[in-house]
């Protein structure tokens, strides 16, 4: 089910408040300028190159924001499902993968027209995290076989398998995070750091920043969150410079064009980005 937001008058703000917690079932409430209090946890989320944010929560629903924090669209499962990764980068299309599932789904950017695929369908592999590429490629990561799989959706066959055994320590190890960027494949692994492949997959190099869950870019730069301190990175040079956040339980942050939007387990915050080094 497809909800379409508006953005209310500020001397309305209770009323839309309550609007937006009738539609979504007591979960959004968006209490400040700059701030969005949800009462399930945030599960993904995604930035698309126009700006759009794209939150998804425990029961599977899925919100989409402008910059200034404006909800836009809603899509509301008939089935409850958890999100496990969100990709809007892909040009105009949304991808949402459903570890417990194994499935996913696209969306077109408004939120509608979503088609669901089973991985059964695309051979017999067990996706722990899966992504997708800017071919529409599938990314597979499997736990099991500690491989990655490039999967060709429409032959249902992989067309790479990359063996994980010598990059990754078979024996600790936590991959949370699985994104393509400008060609690049990015392994985000909670104990040990970030895993760069080409898009043939082949290794290129590691950065060791522990404890960061995910990987998010913005003009050729790759944004790290590690507790409360962001790192920043050069992808194409060796520049990296680190700054503290305020304080809190962060899960990952989104890069917009003018602020940083802090992901918190319920809630997401919109900065300023902090004077760097």
Not at 98 to 113: E, G, H, M, V, W
């Amino acid at each position: 089910m497809l909800f379409m937001m508006g953005k209310p008058a500020v001397s309305k703000i209770l009323q839309a408040s309550l609007l937006v917690i009738a539609l979504f079932g007591s979960q959004t409430v968006q209490s400040q300028p700059d701030t969005l209090r949800f009462s399930t946890p945030i599960t993904a989320f995604s930035l698309s190159p126009a700006d759009d944010i794209y939150l998804a929560l425990a029961d599977g629903t899925i919100i989409k924001y402008a910059a200034n924090l404006d909800s836009l669209l809603a899509y509301s499962p008939q089935r409850t499902g958890r999100v496990t990764l969100l990709e809007a980068w892909h040009g105009f299309k949304v991808f949402a993968f459903y570890n417990d599932f194994q499935a996913y789904t696209i969306f077109d950017r408004f939120l509608s027209r979503p088609v669901k695929y089973q991985l059964g369908e695309t051979g017999n592999y067990y996706a722990d995290m899966c992504t997708i590429g800017q071919d529409q490629q599938l990314w597979i990561y499997e736990e099991t076989g500690l491989r990655l799989l490039k999967i060709n959706p429409a032959y249902r066959e992989a067309e790479l398998e990359i063996p994980l055994e010598f990059i990754l320590d078979p024996k600790a190890h936590r991959i949370s995070y699985l994104k393509e960027y400008q060609n690049l494949l990015f392994l985000v692994d909670q104990q040990n750091g970030v895993y760069f492949f080409d898009n043939m997959g082949n290794y290129l190099r590691q950065i060791k920043v522990p404890g960061a869950v995910n990987c998010q870019f913005r003009k050729g730069n790759l944004y790290l969150l590690a507790g409360d301190q962001l790192h920043i990175f050069e992808l194409y040079g060796t520049k990296h410079r680190t700054v503290y956040l305020p304080a809190g339980h962060w899960q990952g942050l989104l890069p917009l064009q003018q602020k940083i939007l802090l992901i918190g387990k319920q809630m997401a915050v919109s900065i300023p980005y902090p004077a760097t080094p």
